[in-house]
């Protein structure tokens, strides 16, 4: 579309009012965009246009443009005669719910949303702007990649991107919400955010797309098959959310933002918690069986114990053997760790590792205090486990906890054996308060698995070898897996009674609400890959 703007008819040039009616007009158009037959077309493919998300996401006319009508310089390929206003980019700040966010959305109806070297400089001045005001950045992806026509300029703009986006990791919250295509390079940029959320059927990440797959390996494949939301929700973990349409998509991405801090030195905002500090959860006294290889559903523990019964599950559809939340205590933000005996036992593999340890970094990263729930049978055994790297990845949530400095609080439900229970973040690795409940079993292993090994011999040489098996079981059980042996050795803070739960965990986290910790001095870790 050709965009060359003349000025109104009849009014002088030194005329004051007519500037401002000239400008008036340009910003219509800037507006307008290229024109209702490209927004049928958005539509039509199940999209809202960049302006109508924007305002889904913020609060009502909150919105303050930057950088509306700038314009490409490029030349060749026809491109001078096209200088659409914004460049295919929306810029700018307002507010969720009072507080200030950035925030960028990609114009598909302009140039399908490539990026091209005007483009991508409005992105990094809103980036830089986001971190030098200490506030969120939302992008709102819906692009077609880099601009071909500007050649390298364009991958240049990519560049400076994802400089950003790793200058940013850590200070403020970086959400990228994938509305329509994101191909090769530019899939990059989410992978650096926080957190990603995707839409069924109208949004697709990959790095290359269906039609180079089926050149170089012969595989034939669908876009959604390749990169759909529901593969990077299940499959690669890629994509963080996923929802029918863009509405709820962009609704919850308001509800996270109300969980967060602005920043990180800024402390999650606090609203009045809807339940007495004392609230009984008697609730719990049925919802965990005291047989330890029964089946269980933590989500339901998760909903008796925070505000309302309210909580948003992270990776809800990814390595579903450990559960990942967002919630309040008595108002205050939260993130919740916990094994899910529903799922595969609730085993710790490679999967719940990299999903856990990611969580507690971000956690950690922005002064949200950690509670984790324990019911872990251990490391989840296995040729491919081994060669897939389970040791570096286990490891990755192990230096994520003990990285960690904000408030940790643990509790252990019922199983909590070997390896696992130290990685999940055990006092001894500096939990700050550890608990249990009186269904507890802490041990290197469980009770049949040491018999066998401890008294190998004696069932072997016994008369009734189950009998004297069984009989090991019961003495080591009696000995070494009683509830009250870690307390007595003050590897548990106490053991407490299951309905009790909330009040303890709020109490304890108001306790350490202003709790101070420090790394020695270097200039970062160098954590398992």
């Known amino acids: 579309m050709t965009v060359l703007h003349e000025r109104p008819a009849g009014l002088p040039e030194s005329d004051a009012r007519g500037r401002v009616a000239e400008l008036m007009g340009m910003r219509e158009q800037a507006v307008a965009g290229p024109g209702e037959k490209a927004t049928e077309a958005q539509h039509a493919k199940g999209k809202l246009t960049a302006r109508e998300r924007i305002e889904l996401l913020l609060d009502p006319g909150s919105f303050n443009e930057v950088e509306q009508l700038r314009r490409h310089r490029a030349t060749g390929f026809g491109l001078e005669t096209k200088r659409p206003y914004t460049d295919g980019v929306i810029t700018g700040w307002g507010t969720v719910e009072g507080r200030t966010v950035f925030v960028y959305a990609h114009d598909f109806r302009i140039f399908g949303g490539a990026l091209g070297e005007a483009h991508a400089t409005k992105i990094h001045k809103i980036m830089d702007m986001a971190l030098a005001a200490g506030a969120p950045l939302v992008s709102l992806n819906d692009g077609a990649g880099a601009r071909i026509q500007e050649g390298v300029s364009a991958l240049a703009g990519y560049g400076g991107i994802f400089q950003r986006n790793t200058k940013a990791s850590g200070v403020i919250p970086q959400i990228s919400v994938m509305l329509g295509p994101c191909a090769g390079g530019a899939a990059y940029s989410p992978a650096l955010t926080d957190f990603v959320f995707m839409v069924r059927g109208t949004s697709q990440m990959f790095i290359t797309g269906p039609d180079v797959v089926r050149a170089v390996t012969g595989e034939e494949i669908t876009q959604n098959g390749l990169g759909g939301a529901d593969v990077h929700a299940e499959t690669s973990g890629v994509c963080h959310f996923a929802y029918d349409d863009e509405e709820t998509c962009l609704a919850e991405v308001r509800y996270l933002l109300s969980l967060l801090p602005s920043n990180n030195r800024e402390m999650p905002p606090a609203v009045t918690g809807p339940d007495a500090v004392g609230g009984s959860c008697d609730a719990l006294l049925d919802l ?66 990299e999903k856990a340890a990611r969580f507690v970094q971000f956690c950690d990263a922005f002064n949200i205090p950690i509670v984790t729930l324990l019911d872990v049978p251990g490391f989840l055994p296995g040729v491919d486990q081994e060669h897939g790297g389970i040791i570096r990845h286990g490891a990755k949530l192990l230096y994520a906890y003990c990285n960690a400095t904000v408030p940790r609080i643990s509790l252990i439900l019922r199983k909590a054996y070997g390896g696992a229970y130290i990685v999940m973040d055990s006092q001894s690795i500096g939990a700050d308060l550890t608990y249990a409940w009186p269904t507890n079993e802490i041990a290197v292993m469980g009770a049949e698995g040491a018999a066998n090994v401890i008294f190998r011999r004696q069932i072997a040489a016994a008369e009734d070898p189950e009998a004297m098996r069984a009989r090991m079981v019961k003495e080591y059980k009696a000995e070494l897996m009683h509830p009250y042996y870690a307390a007595e050795r003050g590897l548990v803070d106490d053991v407490i009674d299951p309905a009790e739960t909330r009040e303890v965990l709020v109490s304890s986290l108001e306790m350490l609400r202003n709790k101070h910790a420090e790394l020695p001095s270097r200039k970062h870790g160098n954590p398992p890959q």
């Open 288 to 353: 965990v069986p005291v047989d330890g290889n029964r089946p269980y559903d933590m989500t339901k523990v998760v909903e008796e114990i925070v505000d309302d019964g309210d909580y948003l599950e992270v990776h809800e559809r990814w390595a579903r053997n450990i559960v990942c939340a967002l919630a309040r205590l008595d108002g205050h933000t939260v993130g919740i760790v916990a094994n899910q005996p529903q799922t595969l036992a609730g085993v710790l593999d490679i999967g719940a590792s």
